[in-house]
């Protein structure tokens, strides 16, 4: 079993990470279960459209500049040639915005969803407000996530995986997972060879 987070999923669909991408080519070929916490996704779907936005609006101030540039003698070519590449920029950031919505929705598919439940969302509260690792309300949320999923289905071999180390490497978190016989560890191909030893992969 390999519990993710919201970083995992950005490097998968956004960032076409080759380390993350084989990762995710072992759990379908060993048929290990990825487990995604379902507010993760959420936060990934977020943060991926709200950085294309980000994007989007940075090309309107480049425009904006770029009017004032050309009125400048001789200018106006000059800056025709840079508005039709911002042209074919804004065209792509926009399919991207699209596929976004596509993409994680086609990672979900292959992913168990570790649910939001009220269960969980109180103890993240409560483990939020006790000023208690990791300390900030989402990841508390996905901690915490995790942890009623592991409660509920136990592997012979289970990994988290957090590329998120300075807000999850905390004793009360690593004790956390190992009460549920799970690994933490933050590089991709520290699992990779965790599998590869597990499966007796060459």
Not at 107 to 123: E, K, M, S
Request: glycine share 2%.
């Amino acid at each position: 079993m390999l519990l993710v987070e919201s970083n995992f999923v950005i490097g998968v669909v956004w960032e076409g990470r080759r380390d993350l991408g084989y990762l995710v080519d072992i759990c379908q070929h060993f048929s290990v279960l990825l487990v995604v916490p379902e507010v993760a996704l959420a936060e990934a779907r977020k943060t991926l459209i709200h950085r294309v936005d980000r994007q989007l609006n940075a090309l309107q101030q480049m425009r904006f500049w770029l009017n004032d540039i050309a009125r400048g003698a001789e200018m106006n070519q000059l800056v025709l040639k840079v508005k039709d590449g911002l042209d074919t920029i804004e065209a792509e950031l926009w399919q991207r915005k699209q596929r976004i919505h596509q993409t994680l929705d086609a990672f979900a598919q292959i992913c168990a969803l570790a649910p939001l439940t009220p269960q969980v969302w109180v103890r993240a509260y409560l483990r939020w407000q006790s000023n208690m690792p990791p300390f900030k309300e989402m990841d508390c949320l996905i901690l915490e996530s995790l942890l009623a999923f592991l409660t509920h289905q136990k592997a012979r071999l289970a990994i988290f995986l957090t590329l998120d180390q300075e807000d999850f490497d905390h004793p009360e978190i690593h004790a956390d997972f190992k009460r549920h016989r799970t690994k933490m560890l933050f590089d991709p191909y520290a699992v990779i060879v965790e599998f590869r030893k597990f499966y007796g992969i060459a």
